[in-house]
């Protein structure tokens, strides 16, 4: 099956710093990659669609100089949280779809973002 | 509210009895699918039913679909304990679109 990894798994940063998140398709081309936020128990939450060689598309309320997606390549789509403050702290999930493989999403495993 | 709910939110069954999660939605889909995660990790692929089907099977797993009553639900047979985890269902209105999650039913099975 395809493989989507995410890394880091976790991270821990103090107030104010800037923090990338890596997502990466090891098997296939991502066009497309979607990035999710998810908080305890809750369900994930869309944040933006990322469409290699152009911009990112915000799902409506996440600021997009808050958090900046560069989809640079077929097999790379980075997150980077600017500037990290304790409400960022959040567990955030990428997927991809692969081509020609209907329409189910492959995850990474997840990054754990813990803002001091 | 969101596209996708789902209930019951938490349920806790014995090991090999069934568990039933239902899902609802409030607008046309091209499919459904569902989804698991256990604590702490992505999001794994279970079954995609499209909206012209009623019924998909995979192993233990069961999936209906009605679309008049825009709802769907994931029957788990013989449960065990490593089916315990958080049930999500996700819609989509186009093949290639973004998919909406719903708030996902935390699964446990006691041994």
């Known amino acids: 099956g395809a493989v989507v990894s995410q890394h880091p798994s976790r991270v821990i940063c103090k107030s104010g710093t800037s923090v990338k998140i890596e997502c990466r398709s090891l098997d296939f081309q991502a066009t497309t990659m979607f990035w999710y936020r998810q908080f305890p128990k809750q369900s994930l939450m869309l944040m933006a669609t990322s469409n290699e060689g152009s911009k990112a598309t915000y799902e409506q309320g996440v600021e997009k100089d808050k958090f900046l997606i560069n989809h640079a390549s077929l097999t790379l789509s980075t997150l980077t949280v600017t500037s990290a403050h304790p409400e960022d702290s959040s567990f955030y999930i990428c997927?991809?779809?692969?081509?020609?493989?209907?329409?189910?999403?492959?995850f990474g495993s997840g990054t754990q973002l813990s803002v001091l | 509210s969101q596209q996708g709910e789902e209930d019951p939110q938490a349920l806790s069954i014995q090991e090999g009895e069934n568990a039933t999660m239902n899902c609802s939605y409030k607008?046309?889909?091209?499919?459904l699918q569902w989804y698991r995660q256990n604590s702490g990790r992505g999001l794994v692929h279970l079954i995609l039913i499209r909206s012209n089907e009623r019924e998909k099977h995979s192993g233990r797993l069961r999936v209906t679909l009605d679309t008049s009553k825009k709802s769907s639900s994931l029957l788990i047979t013989a449960s065990r304990a490593a089916d315990t985890a958080s049930y999500f269902c996700?819609?989509?209105?186009?093949?290639?679109?973004?998919?909406?999650f719903g708030d996902g039913t935390t699964l446990t099975v006691k041994p």
């Open positions: 607008t046309s889909i091209n499919n």
């Open positions: 996700a819609t989509a209105y186009t093949n290639a679109g973004k998919s909406t």
């Open positions: 997927s991809a779809r692969v081509p020609g493989k209907d329409e189910k999403l492959f």
